[in-house]
């Protein structure tokens, strides 16, 4: 006879945990999807030390398409965001379309936690979520979001300080023309059998 799970909050005869998020950064290429709770790293990038060490260049297609239905010149704007990785810093672009597409570096570290203990209210297990943070963070903002989430009573927390490595999985731009990449990540053939 099957055993039915219950969440531990409502049976004492429940398994330890019922509900999980998995871990999403290399899942998600995999799947060809986005990378669940976390928001887009940036718009332009290129993912290294993934899939047989060859780097995957990203475009994130659904800004193209939200571009396109806006009437925005893409052409430009992707030799403009390459650098960058962000629309932040262009002044043709509408403000009503910069606030609406924030990337993870231009997200506060509390905003990222508030979305973190949305969904971990829901979830068991400890949810899978990163904190990127500028190359320039101080050591008082790295540790304070550390503080915020033992007050939020989260599981756990990933907290990355952009340029803190040599060598890190994603970085913005490439040493590649922009309009030679594909528009989202492809997987590596021989490992993506979905």
């Known amino acids: 006879m099957a055993t039915q799970c219950l969440c531990s909050r409502q049976s004492?005869?429940?398994h330890a945990t019922?509900?999980?998020i998995a871990p999403t950064g290399t899942l998600s290429l995999i799947a060809g999807t986005t990378a669940s709770i976390e928001p887009l790293f940036v718009l332009i990038y290129r993912r290294i030390h993934s899939f047989g060490g060859n780097p995957l260049y990203e475009m994130t297609p659904l800004f193209?398409?939200?571009?396109?239905?806006?009437?925005?010149?893409?052409?430009?704007?992707?030799e403009e965001v390459f650098h960058q990785g962000t629309i932040?810093?262009?002044?043709?672009i509408p403000s009503r379309i910069k606030e609406l597409i924030l990337t993870a570096l231009?997200?506060?570290p509390e905003k990222h936690l508030q979305m973190?203990?949305?969904f971990q209210q829901y979830v068991d297990n400890s949810v899978s979520k990163t904190i990127n943070m500028p190359k320039d963070a101080t050591r008082e903002e790295v540790a304070r979001p550390y503080w915020r989430v033992w007050e939020?009573?989260?599981k756990g927390v990933t907290l990355f300080r952009y340029g803190s490595k040599d060598s890190?999985?994603?970085e913005v731009g490439a040493e590649v023309d922009p309009r030679l990449w594909k528009q989202s990540a492809h997987c590596d053939p021989g490992e993506c059998r979905i």
Not at 64 to 78: F, G, P
Not at 88 to 92: G, N, R, T
Request: aromatic letters at 6%; a negative charge.
């Open 12 to 14: 004492t005869k429940a």
């Open 18 to 20: 019922c509900t999980a």
């Open 64 to 78: 193209w398409q939200y571009c396109r239905a806006e009437r925005i010149d893409t052409t430009q704007l992707a």
């Open 88 to 92: 932040s810093h262009l002044s043709d």
């Open 106 to 108: 231009e997200i506060p």
């Open 116 to 118: 973190q203990a949305a």
């Open 152 to 154: 939020l009573g989260l």
């Open 168 to 170: 890190q999985v994603m």
